[in-house]
């Protein structure tokens, strides 16, 4: 299986490329840039510490994340020679399993056909892009912090002594437990000195849940280079559009709507990639889920 969704790992931040020359790179690969700028001067290069000298990050300015990568080495498994390549997401190599670099990359002896292939490939990041990369884990992290009230239930009830029946359509349990809050509730004078602290608990414990109903409409929120961009998700839906409808762009961040401002500023003082009931979600100080 092999498809252009993107992970978190696929999305290389521009700000953390560094500075290089043409003579540090090889002889193949200088031809291959100067080839391409020549086509599309708008386009920008950059390094990582690793594949340095073999492998360029490819770039437009006033954005914030790398299109992908151009090279010059040997990238088969086994044998083969040194080819120039094109990385890029919107590539799909069949020839190669899921999870493996090459299957999106394309590769050729010839320079003309690769400059051709990054022209047409290396395409800027988009909002379905980075929510394709996040979506998964703000489901899952929603999912754990709702489990945890229902969860806060569940051992209120053992706690209780009552267990409801396997089969929720005779699930007596859960019926002497109402019969038994609406006892409490009425004044009702048990025997058990305990029984009215644990039915409260059992009470406060049901009183979170619903307090804190599982929510997966967000806005996402992220700075793309000097813009930003929002767009309306449903984090429980698998299948991305390639673009999100109802997309907005903001020339500054203090464009954005005063409800969805209010929001990101609780959700800065709070901990990376920590879920806020009712609030979101950050990843970082440029990129947020929030909850309006």
Same mark, same amino acid.
């Given at each position: 299986?092999? $498809? ?47 594949? !340095?000298?073999? !492998? ?5 300015? $006033? ?6 990568? *151009? ?33 999106? +990359?394309?590769?050729?002896? #010839? ?12 395409? !800027? ?40 029946? #396997?089969?929720?359509?005779?699930? @007596? ?6 019969? +038994? *809050? ?16 644990? *039915?409260?608990? @059992? ?16 806005? +996402? ?6 813009? @930003?961009?929002?767009?309306?998700? $449903? ?7 390639? #673009? ?22 609780? +959700? ?25």
């Amino acid at each position: 299986m092999t $498809d252009s969704r993107y992970e978190r790992q696929n999305l290389l931040e521009v700000s953390s490329l560094t500075p290089f020359t043409l003579t540090t790179l090889v002889d193949p690969l200088q031809r291959f840039i100067w080839a391409l700028r020549k086509e599309c001067p708008h386009f920008r290069f950059g390094v990582r510490s690793a594949n !340095r000298t073999i !492998r360029v990050q490819v770039y437009v300015e $006033d954005e914030t994340y790398v299109r992908g990568w *151009i090279g010059y080495q040997n990238y088969n498994d086994t044998g083969g020679e040194d080819k120039y390549g094109v990385w890029s997401k919107q590539i799909i190599n069949n020839r190669y399993g899921y999870g493996s670099y090459q299957q999106h +990359l394309t590769t050729s002896k #010839t320079l003309k056909a690769m400059v051709k292939a990054a022209k047409g490939f290396l395409d !800027r990041v988009t909002t379905s892009d980075v929510h394709q990369a996040h979506r998964y884990l703000v489901e899952k992290t929603i999912d754990s912090k709702t489990y945890k009230f229902k969860s806060e239930v569940s051992e209120a009830e053992r706690e209780l002594g009552i267990i409801g029946h #396997t089969d929720s359509r005779y699930d @007596v349990g859960k019926g002497v437990l109402n019969e +038994l *809050i609406m006892l409490y509730d009425s004044g009702h004078q048990f025997l058990d000195s305990e029984l009215p602290a644990k *039915i409260q608990a @059992v009470k406060d414990a049901r009183g979170e849940q619903q307090d804190n109903p599982t929510n997966k409409q967000a806005v +996402l929120v992220w700075k793309d280079g000097t813009k @930003v961009r929002t767009a309306p998700v $449903d984090v429980s839906n698998y299948s991305i559009p390639k #673009t999100l409808p109802d997309e907005q762009v903001y020339a500054t961040p203090e464009m954005l709507p005063p409800e969805i401002l209010s929001k990101i500023s609780i +959700l800065q003082v709070a901990e990376n990639e920590t879920y806020l009931m009712d609030t979101g979600m950050r990843f970082g100080e440029t990129l947020f889920y929030v909850q309006v």
